[in-house]
């Protein structure tokens, strides 16, 4: 791989870990709400492989956040302008969301078969 396909993957990886935690997710938590394996999710988030573009696209729509803030450097991104993006950063609100995200999963599964 190139130095910036390295560099990228390495910013994705960073942001995605940034986000998972601020939502107090797990890697089997958000593994499991973007469909994919956590073994894959670890990676990505170590930097390593080259993730294709509808993982992370599963992976930003888990998190609730548009896929080109997995790519934004800390000076792209306040801590202030991430509060606004996430949806999810109250835990009386989490259950019924990732009960409903869950749900459109689902149903986005049986649309897709």
Same mark, same amino acid.
């Given at each position: 791989?190139n =130095? !910036? /396909?390295?560099k !990228?993957?390495?910013?994705? /990886?960073?942001?995605? @870990? ?6 107090s ?6 593994s499991g !709400?973007a ?17 294709? =573009?509808?993982?992370?696209e599963?992976?930003?729509?888990? &998190?609730?956040i548009?896929?080109? @803030? ?7 991104v306040?801590?202030?302008s991430?509060? =606004? ?12 969301? !990732? ?7 689902? &149903?986005s599964?049986? =649309?897709?078969?």
């Open positions: 791989m =130095v !910036l /396909g390295n !990228l993957n390495a910013i994705l /990886g960073k942001n995605i @870990h940034k986000y998972r935690t601020y939502n997710l797990s890697i089997d938590q958000l !709400l469909g994919i394996n956590p073994k894959s999710l670890i990676n990505i988030e170590k930097g390593r492989g080259n993730p294709k =573009v509808d993982t992370i599963k992976i930003a729509a888990a &998190l609730c548009d896929p080109q @803030h997995l790519f934004m450097t800390d000076d792209d306040s801590e202030q991430m509060q =606004v993006k996430l949806i999810i950063n109250n835990e009386k609100a989490r259950p019924a969301f !990732l009960s409903i995200l869950n749900g459109l999963n689902s &149903l599964d049986e =649309v897709n078969k």
